[in-house]
């Protein structure tokens, strides 16, 4: 079938994006779901860091390729093997396929599949090779999910069924920005009721962390970003302090608000020096938690004395450390209690022809979340 997507044709093309247009728009052929997989019409898909990161070459993908990774859309086909899902059914897609079968799948750890994470690098399907093609050539996949598109052929291990009662803008939210932030924050077991937490970085996963952090009942939430308007959504949506992380006294200021410092920082800017920077938030005995995606090459400079006689943790989340499945359902129902209010993420609701604006938007940190929202009728 016929679909249209945007494309990024280049690694690495230079700025402003809606002069150099690194995403074309335009129409590519989309083959029928094979075995396992299923055909889903996008209803909504956010632009996020880790799509700018392919973008400008931090993380190098092959190329051409449909980029975007976090989205929401409706079942039209399933293929072969699938019995679980309708035409009809409401999905989140989500950014790693767990093949089931490796074994951190079988150990209870879907976000680590092997299988998963070989694919995604290759860009193409679980099950191997591309659905996407132009003019005979084939075109790649964002792992596996490639939702800047009106339709996607996607593994029935990247979906999650949900509730078609829930906005599907606001399900797509839940695939990245809430699977990561609040999922570090619910399932690292490291922010406690009462206890002190520092949030590192707030783009649209290190505020959904903020969100999960108050739902959590850490009674101190520290919000540090550069930019000044993060800072004043992050005081809205419950952080207790705020710092300019460009402040050269930021440490001693914040050990200073928490008594030493916080039992937990999270870290979600996807650069080292602001790993260090929450490690150096970190109390005695404390965790320090990484889950944004740095430059392959970037190097983290902390002394290893630390970890032993302050006895600190230093852990990595991806996908939220969680189980998707289980994960995105509680999500929701967080969110339609009114616990988990994602909806004061997004900053903006634009189509797919105007995607290269709003990655410019994006890097210059003018945006939170941002979401293209496709015709579902």
Request: include cysteine; proline fraction near 6%; charged fraction near 20%.
């Given at each position: ?9 280049e ?31 996008v ?75 070989a ?24 792992t ?47 922010v406690?009721?009462?206890?002190r ?69 999270l ?30 090459n ?70 939170v ?9």
């Amino acid at each position: 079938m016929k679909i249209t997507a945007a494309v990024l044709e280049e690694i690495g093309r230079s700025g402003p994006y809606a002069q150099t247009r690194p995403l074309t728009v335009g129409e590519l052929d989309l083959s029928p779901p094979r075995y396992g997989e299923v055909l889903v019409r996008v209803a909504a898909a956010g632009l996020c860091h880790s799509d700018l990161s392919v973008i400008n070459g931090d993380r190098p993908r092959p190329v051409p390729m449909v980029l975007g990774h976090e989205g929401a859309g409706i079942v039209e086909a399933v293929g072969e093997g699938v019995s679980d899902l309708s035409p009809g059914d409401h999905v989140v897609f989500v950014f790693v396929p767990s093949c089931g079968h490796c074994a951190p799948c079988q150990s209870g750890r879907p976000a680590l599949c092997e299988p998963g994470a070989a694919a995604n690098g290759r860009g193409e399907m679980l099950a191997g090779g591309t659905r996407l093609s132009r003019d005979g050539q084939p075109v790649h996949h964002m792992t596996g999910v490639a939702s800047f598109a009106t339709h996607a052929v996607i593994s029935r291990r990247s979906l999650v069924r949900i509730n078609p009662d829930v906005p599907l803008h606001i399900a797509a939210l839940m695939g990245c920005a809430v699977l990561t932030g609040a999922g570090a924050v619910f399932n690292m077991g490291a922010v406690q009721p009462g206890g002190r937490t520092a949030v590192v970085g707030l783009g649209g996963v290190g505020l959904a962390a903020i969100l999960g952090a108050v739902a959590a009942g850490a009674e101190t939430i520290v919000a540090i970003d550069p930019i000044p308007a993060k800072l004043a959504l992050a005081q809205q949506l419950g952080a207790t302090h705020c710092f300019d992380a460009t402040d050269a006294n930021l440490t001693e200021k914040v050990r200073e608000a928490t008594q030493g410092g916080v039992d937990a920082a999270l870290e979600f800017a996807g650069s080292a020096r602001a790993l260090e920077s929450a490690f150096a938030l970190t109390r005695r005995g404390g965790t320090t938690i990484s889950a944004g995606l740095t430059n392959p090459n970037a190097v983290l400079n902390i002394s290893p004395l630390t970890l032993v006689a302050e006895e600190r943790s230093l852990r990595g989340s991806y996908l939220g450390s969680g189980v998707p499945a289980r994960d995105i359902p509680r999500f929701l129902g967080l969110f339609e209690r009114g616990k988990l209010p994602v909806e004061k993420l997004m900053t903006h609701r634009i189509r797919l022809d105007e995607i290269n604006e709003g990655f410019d938007r994006l890097h210059r940190g003018e945006a939170v979340r941002q979401v293209i929202e496709f015709p579902t009728n």
